[in-house]
């Protein structure tokens, strides 16, 4: 679940919007890194850096606030508190504390 608090001005593109930007982050925090070799990156295109994938991703929630605050963008806010909040939750499940990413390289699996 994402909050955001203002008017929304098209709820469509707003929740998509916010949708990609969690699935962004997900796939960001388990996966993706740069590989550098000799001063030049490894990956050569998009088949060797492994993004999320439709089918793996999960279902997420979007709840608006509606309010007489100022418009604001809404898909940039949303990627960044996904690894914290999935690192804390992991930390307080079973005490491993997620300290870099990817959290494959932790053993943690999608």
Known sequence: MFNVNGPIVNMS???NQ???????????MMNLEVGIENGRIIAGNFTEYPILRMNDAPQVDVH???????????????????????????????????????????????
């Open 64 to 110: 608006f606030i509606q309010s007489d605050n100022i418009p604001t963008g809404v898909g940039e806010p949303a990627l960044p508190p996904v690894a914290p909040a999935i690192a804390n939750t992991v930390f307080a499940a079973g005490g491993l504390g997620l300290r870099s990413m990817p959290f494959r390289k932790a053993g943690l699996t999608t």
């Open 18 to 28: 916010c949708q990609g930007a969690v699935v962004n982050g997900l796939s960001t």
């Open 13 to 15: 593109g707003a929740e």
